[in-house]
């Protein structure tokens, strides 16, 4: 067994200071998250006293958490989020995936010219007016698909996946074609597993912009039936009205909804819409440690 590295006493206090640095940081980003957690589970006669530093309930309520989970606004829009949400995704890792791969191959016939087009939709991004009368002309007003298509290709994102693809050794696809493999067999079995890093970066880039948007939502959707979570979260936060909150049926049939604090039943609503995202990353992040050859070159 090696023996342990001894530090000097000056690496061991530098040591101590990037760990508490560190401990720090960590403590400054999760205290919010945790702040709005422990106040939606606090007893609603305590809420009013309940500190903005505080992360323990003061007592323990799941009044905020079984209203939320029961409201049909609330059920709907997480559907709607996670379909739609899901769906764009889907939809923008593939189609910038093939279009970055086209980008990535020096024979392609007017690639400058393509990538110089790209790059103008960065400068010059089309405003909502036109955006509005093209999605009037496609007869998308009003429908899901006005947001999900919304960014299906991003423009930063299909320039990190060429500037990744670019660096696959050569030699792997010659292998490939020596093996009889197709074009499209190359690109499905050959470079989308070694892009596996890229991929789940930008797939984790479309999900939070798709996640996060609400302002198209707001635009496009009449139906309030098809409105995403955060659309709703907007309604809750901004009206802060339990009664337009859960709707005058729902407030007949809740007794109980007197008794909750409107504070606490908007922390309950913003961490709902934020725990897809925190769910999410532990199983994008080890891929951003993975080098773009990762397992590749073995033997």
């Not at 890093?197 to 609400?214: G, K, Q, R, S």
């Not at 961490?271 to 050859?293: C, V």
């Amino acid at each position: 067994m090696a023996s342990s590295v001894r530090r000097s006493p000056l690496e061991r206090v530098e040591y101590v200071l990037i760990v508490s640095t560190l401990l720090l940081l960590v403590v400054f980003t999760l205290q919010p998250l945790l702040n709005l957690l422990a106040l939606s589970f606090t007893e609603q006669g305590k809420v009013a006293g309940f500190s903005g530093l505080s992360i323990v309930p003061d007592g323990f309520s799941l009044d905020v958490w079984t209203l939320l989970l029961q409201h049909p606004n609330v059920q709907r829009g997480l559907f709607n989020s996670i379909w739609m949400t899901t769906t764009s995704v889907l939809i923008g890792v593939m189609g910038t995936a093939l279009m970055a791969w086209g980008l990535s191959r020096p024979g392609l016939p007017g690639r400058r010219l393509i990538f110089l087009m790209v790059l103008v939709t960065i400068v010059f991004e089309p405003g909502i007016i036109p955006d509005y009368f093209l999605m009037k002309r496609m007869g998308l007003l009003n429908s899901p698909w006005s947001v999900i298509l919304y960014k299906a290709v991003s423009a930063w994102y299909l320039i990190i996946l060429v500037r990744f693809f670019e660096e696959i050794p050569k030699e792997l696809l010659e292998a490939a074609e020596l093996d009889g493999a197709n074009p499209f067999q190359t690109f499905f079995m050959v470079v989308l597993p070694l892009a596996k890093p890229a991929l789940a970066t930008i797939a984790l880039f479309y999900f939070v912009l798709h996640w996060n948007e609400f302002f198209r939502s707001m635009i496009y959707l009449n139906d309030q039936t098809k409105w995403p979570l955060q659309v709703v979260l907007r309604q809750f936060v901004i009206e802060g009205d339990k009664i337009a909150i859960v709707g005058a049926n729902n407030a007949n049939n809740n007794i109980g909804l007197a008794q909750i604090n409107i504070r606490a039943l908007k922390a309950g609503m913003i961490f709902i819409t934020i725990l897809p995202i925190l769910a999410l990353y532990p199983f994008i992040l080890k891929y951003f440690t993975k080098g773009t050859m990762s397992g590749a070159l073995k033997g």
